[in-house]
């Protein structure tokens, strides 16, 4: 469970802001002294209160004296560089939150104007708008036309200066050819056609070679693209 904030405010009853008072003091005083203890400084604490006679000191009367002496010896200027009372320091507080508010405020108009950029680009009407929304509503196209311009420019850029990129290289297997007498081609009726090999072309279109036919004769003729061959009668062209 989250603590509840704190309003800082003067406490107008009597007993809480007694029981407030001795709950601080007592957690302001264990706070000097571990900032003292972990950073190796020198600090001291003095509280005047209604509630006490005398003022209680952190650590003790000598070391309280010996701090004051040490801040008495530095110059004016430095004394007072960083000294905070109380007026100053809300008026701190005051500013900042100021500044804080502004930069909310100017979130919030951004915002505002580019929902009714977005609306006027769905078909919604600008007729209702005042003259400082019209100022701002161009104010915020001009802004996006200037990223698009942008992003524009920087794709032209990275087109036309691409990076190197190693070529790839692909391995392709060659195809094997299937054995010129083996070859079957369909024709346009999806029927099976046997391919003439080369070979045959060039021993049929030889005229210098001696070729009998149904003598019953035998010739020595390649069967396919190696250096193997084949008895064929020549019986066999006859069927």
Not at 8 to 24: C, G, H
Not at 110 to 123: A, R, W
Not at 174 to 201: C, D, I, M, Y
Not at 230 to 236: C, D, H, L, N, V
């Amino acid at each position: 469970m989250t603590r509840k904030k704190v309003k800082l405010a003067f406490i107008t009853n009597d007993s809480a802001r007694k029981a407030t008072y001795k709950k601080r003091k007592k957690g302001l005083m264990k706070k000097v002294s571990e900032l003292s203890t972990l950073c190796g400084i020198d600090a001291c604490a003095i509280i005047y209160s209604p509630y006490d006679s005398q003022p209680e000191v952190w650590p003790n009367t000598s070391g309280v004296q010996r701090v004051i002496a040490q801040y008495k010896r530095m110059p004016e200027m430095e004394q007072s560089k960083k000294m905070v009372n109380q007026e100053t320091f809300i008026k701190q507080r005051i500013a900042k939150a100021n500044e804080q508010l502004k930069k909310q405020h100017k979130d919030n108009r951004e915002k505002e104007i580019t929902e009714i950029m977005y609306q006027s680009l769905t078909g919604k009407g600008l007729q209702n708008l005042t003259l400082s929304d019209l100022t701002d509503l161009g104010w915020m196209i001009d802004q996006k036309l200037k990223e698009i311009y942008k992003r524009i420019e920087s794709i032209k850029k990275n087109v036309s200066h691409p990076q190197q990129v190693a070529p790839a290289v692909a391995v392709v297997e060659p195809l094997r050819q299937p054995p010129a007498s083996a070859v079957v081609a369909r024709g346009n009726q999806g029927q099976e056609q046997k391919t003439v090999p080369h070979w045959f072309g060039d021993w049929m279109n030889s005229s210098n070679e001696n070729i009998g036919f149904g003598h019953g004769e035998e010739m020595m003729m390649p069967f396919n693209d190696n250096s193997q061959t084949t008895m064929w009668t020549s019986a066999f062209f006859q069927n």
